[in-house]
């Protein structure tokens, strides 16, 4: 009894580190995080799920941190739903990419491209083209952006985390 609260305290502190980690982020990189040109770089995060030591506390993690981070978006409200959604989406895509298809590079990149899709489309389409009217170019850039950010940057989090043993 004593070691299941143990875990499950772990697994709290785990997700609450990560949503504490991708807020800080969003927020003081604020001016690169929200817009039609965004480079959200704590979006390199979503691939925690990807890695063996990470558990459903990093979907949950990344969730309340695109919570978070959006509360000082100029975006307002609509920033709020579709942030938390879009992590939601996008972990949970890597999260189940690991376990149908297991690890390499190939999971590892449809993961990335499903990811990107996934956020252009909710972000860049249906948040910013067609409830705020910005440009239909806002998708390609949001999904440029983002293939960039979790190809190359959450590449380089996973095997900077393989190598310190996470």
């Known amino acids: 009894m004593e070691r299941e609260y143990l875990v499950k305290s772990v ?9 504490g980690v991708y807020t800080a982020l969003t927020v003081v990189l604020g001016y690169w995080s929200f817009g039609p040109l965004q480079f ?4 390199a995060m979503l691939v925690l799920p990807y890695l063996t030591s990470m558990g459903f506390e990093s979907v949950a993690g990344l969730t309340i941190g695109g919570f978070l981070g959006n509360i000082p978006s100029p975006f ?7 942030g938390p959604a879009t992590n939601l989406g996008a972990s949970l ?10 690890r390499g590079a ?12 996934w956020i252009a489309f909710a972000v860049g389409y249906l948040e910013l083209v067609a409830i705020f009217g910005l440009p239909t170019w806002t998708f390609l850039s949001v999904l440029a ?6 190809e190359v940057f959450g590449g380089l989090l996973v095997k900077f985390a393989q190598r310190i043993g996470l």
């Open 93 to 102: 895509v890597f999260y189940t990419v690991k376990r149908v298809a297991g």
């Open 40 to 43: 959200r770089v704590a979006d």
């Open 106 to 117: 190939v999971p590892f990149i449809l993961g990335g491209l499903l990811s990107a899709a």
């Open 76 to 82: 307002g409200l609509w920033d709020w739903l579709f």
């Open 11 to 19: 697994k709290v502190a785990k997700a609450m580190a990560i949503a």
């Open 145 to 150: 952006s983002e293939l960039v950010i979790l």
